[in-house]
């Protein structure tokens, strides 16, 4: 019904930059919020931040001051800007979407990308 692919992930020193892209595509309706969610290695799966469709943003204490998230809503795209990335900010990435989907009777339901890498060497 959802599908949900991001790109932009990869290999990068420490104190560079990367941009992660999300794209929401199918029966959507209406989105009520996109958000990044990482995952490291034997580590549970944490909130980086989200954003919902008004335009509010929620932030990990971890990341503020150095992430941004941005939506393009003509695109269904939420993006993850990270800047002064760190070595413990290693993880896969995923991209979370909480929507609407159906045109006559619309559903709430949530959806999760496959994931994206996104390693930092020191």
């Known amino acids: 019904q959802v599908q949900l692919v991001e790109s932009g992930g990869g290999l990068v020193q420490a104190g560079g930059s990367l941009r992660l892209s999300c794209a929401a595509s199918?029966?959507?309706?209406?989105?009520?919020?996109m958000g990044w969610y990482r995952q490291a290695p034997g580590k549970q799966r944490e909130l980086v931040a989200t954003?919902?469709?008004?335009?509010?943003?929620n932030y990990a204490d971890s990341v503020k001051g150095r992430f941004t998230i941005s939506t393009d809503n003509a695109k269904n795209t939420v993006y993850l800007q990270m800047n002064s990335l760190k070595p413990q900010d290693t993880a896969v990435y995923y991209c979370?979407?909480?929507?609407?989907?159906?045109?006559?009777?619309?559903?709430?339901?949530?959806?999760w990308g496959q994931g994206t890498q996104v390693t930092v060497s020191s």
């Open positions: 979370n979407a909480d929507v609407y989907v159906g045109r006559f009777l619309p559903t709430q339901g949530e959806y």
């Open positions: 199918g029966s959507i309706f209406s989105i009520n919020a």
């Open positions: 954003i919902t469709t008004p335009g509010r943003t």
